[in-house]
């Protein structure tokens, strides 16, 4: 059975940075494209960060330039290292394959205000 498990979220002020990572197991963590995606209250859940399995890298307009997207095949994990946090970026994060293959992990809440 696949776990994704999401962690490093908190609060951070405007300008800060956190990293996220996402340890996952019960499969070939290897093969697949990750993401990031998030969610706020009332909305959906929006893909941010992808990296595929060679290790390209594609993100959201509304984090480009500011967010880094990483993976680690050995420890079946994926990152992601946000900096210059905006309040907007405010949301739970959780990964998964992109496109959507697995269930969701509980996620990690990012809270960023001053």
């Known amino acids: 059975q696949v776990q994704l498990v999401e962690s490093g979220g908190g609060l951070v002020q405007p300008g800060g940075s956190l990293r996220l990572s996402c340890a996952t197991s019960g499969w070939i963590f290897s093969i697949y494209t990750m993401g990031w995606y998030r969610q706020t209250p009332g909305n959906e859940r929006e893909l941010v960060a992808s990296v595929t399995r060679a290790g390209t890298t594609n993100y959201a307009d509304s984090v480009k330039g500011r967010f880094t997207i990483s993976r680690d095949n050995a420890k079946n994990t994926v990152y992601v290292q946000m900096n210059s946090l905006k309040p907007e970026d405010t949301a739970v994060y959780y990964c998964?394959?992109?496109?959507?293959?697995?269930?969701w992990g509980q996620g990690t809440l990012v809270t960023v205000s001053s």
């Open positions: 998964n394959t992109a496109p959507i293959t697995q269930p």
